[in-house]
């Protein structure tokens, strides 16, 4: 078996692939990349399907060494690499020699940095799924300096670049469709303009449970539920009066209201928002929920059939 030694593990880096699918009945979320696009996009590169486990690299970087030979691509925040020592362009596929040491650099913009390597990256299949739950230890730990991560060699054919009309921009701002929640109308007048029409900002409490929101104070009234189910998505308003926006690890209820929900066709955005960036919730309703959903599959699922969003 081909094998990837990890040098510097950076400050998280996991096995990401196909969540574990139609297990919150027993309060297990299904994981899997926060950015999905991007993580396909770093498997389209290298020949695989879109939910093949590859690595998610957050935020410092990381570096690996690979024993034999191998076709690598890594797509997401990461705008720059190297392969020993000589600067190569992300987004794209590169055939690595045996002994070779790829740098990803860190991310300037956005989270999360995706490495795919054709074939796929080896790790335990567990409930329907191929990434880890790391809340729970559940699949592959966070890689550490001196771990080692087995590989299938594939073969990638020709090598690939995302088009440019596929490349996703990294920006400190972003608008994320959302509808109003269950618990919406326990905010006052001031609190559900301000929810649709205030910018927040990414506070430091960030990671893939979630992200705290700072800017208007959003207090509602007590909703009187001791607990319901929330999703990656849903906003959350605590006592402290900052939102807290939930992520592809967040737990499958809570007792917090519930004031919003972001949109399935814009959940991916939420694994790239990092502390400072600026956040708007655009209101929309279910039907054109559904409509913008519809709209992004047929789009990325012409350049990548099967992605799941």
């Known amino acids: 078996m081909a094998r990837m030694h990890i040098l510097d593990g950076g400050l998280q880096t996991s096995l990401q692939g196909r969540p574990m699918a139609g297990r919150r009945h027993i309060a297990l979320p299904g994981a899997g990349p926060a950015d999905p696009i991007s993580h396909a996009l770093a498997n389209w590169c290298v020949g695989n399907a879109p939910d093949v486990a590859a690595l998610e690299i957050t935020l410092s970087g990381a570096s690996f060494r690979f ?103 990294m920006t400190d701002e972003i608008g994320l469709h959302a509808v109003p929640g269950p618990e919406y109308d326990r905010l006052d007048a001031e609190g559900r303009r301000a929810l649709f029409e205030n910018a927040f900002t990414i506070g430091n409490r960030a990671n893939r449970i979630g992200c705290e929101l700072e800017g208007t104070a959003l207090r509602p009234a007590p909703s009187g539920i001791a607990s319901a189910a929330v999703f990656p998505g849903t906003v959350q308003a605590p006592p402290s009066g900052k939102p807290f926006l939930l992520g592809v690890d967040a737990q ?36 054109r929920a559904a409509e913008i959903l519809r709209r992004k599959l047929l789009l990325w699922r012409a350049l990548m059939p099967g992605l799941r969003l």
Do not use: N, W
């Open 67 to 169: 024993d034999s030979p191998a076709t690598i691509a890594v797509c997401g925040a990461a705008d720059s690499a190297d392969i020993d020592g000589r600067g190569v362009d992300t987004q794209r596929s590169h055939r690595l020699e045996a002994g070779s040491v790829l740098h990803v650099h860190s991310a300037r913009h956005g989270v999360r940095s995706y490495l795919a390597i054709a074939g796929g990256f080896d790790g335990p299949e567990l409930l329907g799924g191929t990434s880890s739950y790391l809340p729970a230890a559940i699949g592959k730990p966070v890689l550490r300096a001196g771990m080692e991560l087995g590989f299938t060699r594939g073969d990638a054919g020709e090598e690939r670049h995302v088009p440019d009309s596929y490349r996703l921009t």
């Open 252 to 287: 499958t209820t809570g007792g917090y209201p519930r004031i919003a929900q972001v949109i399935r066709a814009d959940r991916h955005s939420i694994g790239q928002l990092r502390p400072g960036t600026r956040v708007r919730f655009l209101r929309t309703d279910p039907e």
